[in-house]
């Protein structure tokens, strides 16, 4: 079977753009993980650049773009500043989510808000629940008008920006899919304060007492929409690891030992081999993926997560690899390189984890029962 990776005309064109506003992303990608701020201009820059419009489906009004060129943007993004990748992957999952979810009940509010340039953000991951955030295990008790929430979703990128939330909760004892727009019912727990991908600032959130109105509920995902977080996250980490590759290899091509670059030490070359060749291995399983999901074929989710295994897992060896070449420099705080390794730890923490991505494969591998 022959596969085609190229793009169509439109969306090589929108990938020139972001390329080129990616640039001026990575300029300032150690400002903002030093302050913990988010990138708002940058997020901006992107919607202006037509990035939203043609993430949003046609059959919700948007122009819609295929799986490979989403990708694409999405590495892009990711190897100049990945936590603009992050809250930009996150908001259209939500805002797209939204726009899918409730065509039936909200019309298309959302997907207007969307391309208005509105901010949303994914609130469905919960303390007790872990990588299980479709399954929330937090019940909503009927109240006039829909149903009250009380209880936390973590890890909520970009939430101090966002306009509009999608929460989930167990109504009737079954997930329910709701937007939430952010009130006093709903605030910060102050005890943000991450490793890596500071500038996502992904909050935990409390609800008090929120109603999830009954006119702002909607269907339960099924087939058919479009992947974003499970076609996103393989992309964050193979930008931070494209990132943490570049970074060495300047460094190596730079810093001198014996009156040679260290390029020259036949232990760099070897170890820089072995990573660019796994990075490479990761990229390729990622894109079959995306080619698999373009052309509908049903084995396309599968290959997603083991893609987002295998790019979580070479982010972190590529990053661990540039602080060992990048010796005491690369330990310091200016350094880009002590940046990407702990950037490149946050992936293997996003659902699903490396581990539970490892026990979903694994049994299917040895043909155990996955129940």
């Known amino acids: 079977m022959q596969l085609s990776f190229s793009l169509c005309p439109a969306e090589q064109e929108l990938l020139d753009r972001i390329v080129v506003l990616a640039t001026d992303f990575q300029s300032r990608a150690a400002y903002h993980d030093e302050q913990a701020e988010i990138p708002v201009r940058a997020l901006d820059a992107l919607h202006d650049a037509g990035l939203d419009a043609a993430v949003l489906p046609q059959h919700v009004g948007g122009t819609g773009m295929s799986y490979l060129a989403f990708g694409a943007i999405v590495r892009t993004l990711a190897r100049a500043d990945p936590s603009v990748a992050t809250i930009w992957t996150?908001?259209?999952?939500?805002?797209?989510?939204?726009?899918?979810?409730?065509?039936?009940?909200?019309?298309?509010?959302?997907?207007?808000?969307?391309?208005?340039?509105?901010?949303?953000?994914?609130?469905?991951?919960?303390?007790?629940?872990?990588?299980?955030?479709?399954?929330p295990q937090q019940e909503a008790a009927a109240v006039d008008g829909g149903w009250m929430l009380s209880g936390a979703k973590r890890f909520v990128s970009g939430a101090e920006i966002a306009d509009y939330l999608?929460?989930?909760?167990?109504?009737?004892?079954?997930?329910?899919?709701?937007?939430?727009?952010?009130?006093?019912?709903?605030?910060?727990?102050?005890?943000?304060?991450?490793?890596?991908?500071?500038?996502?600032?992904?909050?935990?959130?409390?609800?008090?007492?929120?109603?999830?109105?009954?006119?702002?509920?909607?269907?339960?995902?099924?087939?058919?929409?479009?992947?974003?977080?499970?076609?996103?996250?393989?992309?964050?980490s193979l930008g931070i690891a494209d990132a943490a590759l570049a970074a060495l290899v300047e460094h190596a091509a730079t810093r001198e030992i014996l009156d040679k670059p260290l390029s020259h030490q036949q232990w760099v070359q070897h170890e820089v081999a072995d990573a660019q060749i796994q990075l490479a291995a990761a990229h390729a399983l990622y894109e079959r993926g995306l080619w698999e999901a373009d052309h509908t074929v049903p084995s396309f989710f599968g290959t997603l997560i083991r893609a987002k295994y295998l790019?979580?897992?070479?982010?972190?060896a590529v990053a661990q690899l540039g602080v060992r070449v990048g010796g005491g420099s690369g330990y310091l705080k200016r350094s880009p390189i002590q940046r990407h390794l702990r950037d490149a730890e946050a992936g293997q923490l996003m659902a699903y984890s490396t581990e539970v991505i490892a026990g979903v494969v694994g049994k299917e591998v040895l043909g155990v029962d996955p129940d």
């Open 166 to 236: 999608i929460v989930n909760a167990l109504v009737d004892h079954k997930p329910a899919f709701f937007a939430v727009v952010p009130d006093d019912t709903v605030s910060i727990v102050p005890i943000w304060d991450t490793l890596g991908l500071r500038a996502t600032r992904s909050q935990l959130l409390s609800f008090d007492n929120t109603v999830l109105r009954a006119e702002y509920r909607g269907r339960t995902p099924g087939q058919g929409e479009f992947e974003i977080i499970p076609a996103g996250l393989p992309a964050i």
């Open 311 to 316: 790019a979580n897992k070479v982010a972190v």
């Open 90 to 135: 996150m908001h259209a999952g939500a805002g797209v989510g939204l726009s899918e979810l409730t065509r039936e009940s909200a019309g298309s509010f959302f997907a207007d808000e969307f391309l208005a340039g509105k901010r949303f953000a994914v609130a469905l991951s919960e303390p007790a629940s872990g990588n299980r955030f479709l399954n």
